[in-house]
């Protein structure tokens, strides 16, 4: 299946495209809209949080659902041709992610739990975004050395 939805996906941009110059255009124009698709789904996910009554504040997350859907198929997709890149962190892009990010699991400690009640669901949501960037890079070069493993021991078979 991810692959049919990859090879669907290139197919579209190779028949929009008429050269090689464009086709990289395209594929560039794809990734850009990366930052802001994740950013706006994440906005979303925060007004739906402070605006839905009690507990179905929870529905908010369900705003994040495409990006993440999309991100683990790419990632699927990518680490059968290449190992997993290590990037350096993007801190402008981190805060950028958190601060809708913050305001979404305030709304839904706020709204969806009693105010009294709000203090450690707001405390885990800090605590688990702060373990995630810091561990995220370490994971990333751990699973980039498994996976340039595996691809070198499928190259030697």
């Known amino acids: 299946m991810i692959n049919a939805i990859a090879t669907m996906s290139l197919n579209h941009i190779e028949r929009a495209s008429t050269d090689e110059f464009e086709r990289d ?67 402008t892009l981190i805060a950028l992610y958190l601060i809708p990010m913050f305001v979404c699991f305030s709304g839904i400690a706020y709204r969806g739990f009693a105010p009294s009640d709000a203090a450690p669901y707001l405390i885990g949501s800090a605590v688990g975004a702060i373990t995630a960037i810091l561990l995220s890079p370490a994971l990333r070069r751990k699973q980039n050395r498994r996976d340039q493993s595996r691809l070198d021991a499928e190259l030697e078979d």
């Open 25 to 91: 255009i395209l594929t560039k124009a794809s990734a850009i809209t990366l930052t802001p698709i994740t950013f706006l789904e994440l906005i979303v996910a925060a007004v739906f949080a402070w605006s839905l009554p009690g507990r179905l504040s929870l529905l908010a997350l369900l705003a994040i659902v495409p990006s993440m859907a999309g991100a683990s198929l790419s990632a699927a997709w990518m680490r059968r041709h290449i190992a997993t890149p290590t990037v350096r962190p993007n801190w």
